[in-house]
């Protein structure tokens, strides 16, 4: 089947949070909304029929997870990245976030340091410090647009930390990590004592052929202290359907965490997001590869489009995700400005780049996840509020 992800889908009647919510975010209405990750795309025909017949069903009871559920997320990995998992080390969760923050709350103690390499998904800050713990920053090197570890400072870091959240392909830098680099950060944590989570929810959005490696896959030795994160909520857009994966090292770390949940009484699915992983991840493929290659050609017009118009702002080429950094600091505008600027003169609503590193200045986070004619429309529009700031 060919897809049509050119098609603009209106989601205004849809319940979305990255619509819906623009007011509350933006203070205004109307800013073409390119921020919360999620897609404007349809997800893949097999999972929308299947969804349909679960509907028609007309009875959502209790549910429970059959064998085929745990067969399809142990195959996807197995054939899209290598990783046999043992599925008796396969835990429930509600959504990839709902984990982090669990698993801060399990393994660690009022005060404890939870190691982050900034910039990075915000939430990592957020799950942190919720539960009264410090996150320790390890800020990325960036030269010229490449961002880098510092080994030096991620080992001075590794040395107070409890916990080190591993973004594996890393968001919003897009980068897919090489082996030689999760294998650094990773013996430096085992080192430390520090227990790796590895939140691998990009890990189906790679492009310019590279390859993801599950960190759990690097040598037994990594793999006996990764707790891992997989989804099919992200590659698949499905994330309103709350549901993901945690994979295990040992049954110990396994049982704290299923005790926990188990608490709150929180570990079945919903009677609809088993269905849809499964499908997804047993029939999904054809969609995803046609997803990756728009995709790519969205970054590629974004890359030509800023060139040729818009010098001043500078957007990465992620090699994972489907979202793009801005380097806005040649507009010579603080967090502020640019954030005033973006909704009020170039009508868009983006994430602030400084929510993913608190310390950085003139970055934002664009999500190029929708119709090329979006992206143009809306670099367009940025085109032109940056062309009228001296008139
Ligand atoms: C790195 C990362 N982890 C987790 C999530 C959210 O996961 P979930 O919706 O499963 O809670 C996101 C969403 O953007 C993300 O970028």
């Known amino acids: 089947m060919k897809y049509n992800f050119d098609e603009v889908i209106d989601r205004s009647n849809n319940r979305s949070a990255k619509y819906d919510e623009r007011e509350k975010k933006f203070g205004v209405k109307d800013v073409i909304p390119l921020w919360i990750a999620d897609m404007d795309f349809k997800t893949a025909q097999p999972v929308i029929d299947a969804l349909k017949a679960r509907a028609e069903e007309g009875i959502w009871g209790y549910t429970s997870r059959p064998d085929s559920y745990y067969e399809a997320v142990c195959g996807w990995q197995k054939r899209r990245h290598g990783w046999d998992i043992d599925k008796r080390m396969l835990s429930f969760s509600l959504g990839v976030v709902p984990s982090l923050s669990s698993i801060v709350y399990i393994f660690t103690e009022p005060g404890d340091k939870v190691l982050i ?9 957020d799950v942190t410090e919720s539960w009264g713990r410090q996150v320790t920053e390890c800020p990325m090197k960036e030269n010229e647009g490449k961002w880098t570890v510092d080994f ?9 930390a409890k916990v080190f959240f591993l973004c594996s392909p890393h968001n919003p830098l897009g980068i897919v990590w090489s082996r030689e680099e999760l294998t650094r950060m990773c013996e430096i944590c085992i080192a430390n004592q520090v227990l790796i989570v590895s939140d691998e929810i990009h890990s189906d959005l790679v492009f310019h052929g590279r390859t993801h490696i599950p960190t759990a896959t690097l040598s037994p030795e990594i793999a006996s202290h990764v707790i891992t994160c997989i989804s099919g909520t992200k590659t698949f857009n499905m994330a309103g359907l709350q549901a ?3 994979v295990f090292p040992n049954q110990e770390l396994k049982d704290k965490y ?14 609809f997001s088993s269905i849809a992983m499964e499908t997804a991840f047993n029939e999904g493929e054809e969609w995803l590869d ?7 050609g969205n970054f590629d017009f974004i890359q030509e489009y800023c060139k040729e118009n818009i010098p001043q702002i500078k957007p990465n080429v992620p ?10 600091r040649e507009l010579g505008m603080d967090n502020a400005a640019l954030r005033s600027f973006m909704i009020e003169k170039a009508g868009l609503g983006l994430n602030e780049g400084w929510a993913f590193g608190r310390s950085l200045s003139g970055f934002m986070r664009l999500n190029a996840a929708c119709s ?8 367009k529009q940025l ?3 940056v062309e009228a700031r001296h008139s």
């Not at 090699?319 to 806005?328: G, N, S």
């Not at 090329?372 to 670099?379: D, N, Q, S, T, Y």
Request: charged share 30%; hydrophobic share 40%.
């Open 117 to 125: 390499q900034t910039p990075v998904y915000s939430e990592f800050y």
């Open 152 to 160: 030096d400072d991620f080992e001075k870091k590794a040395r107070e």
């Open 244 to 246: 993901s994966a945690v």
């Open 258 to 271: 299923d005790k926990f949940w188990f608490n709150l009484d929180i570990h079945r699915n919903n009677a």
């Open 290 to 296: 046609q997803l990756l290659e728009y995709i790519s």
């Open 319 to 328: 090699d994972a995700t489907y979202l793009v950094w801005l380097d806005c």
């Open 372 to 379: 090329r004619k979006v992206i143009e429309k809306a670099l």
């Open 383 to 385: 085109k032109a509020a």
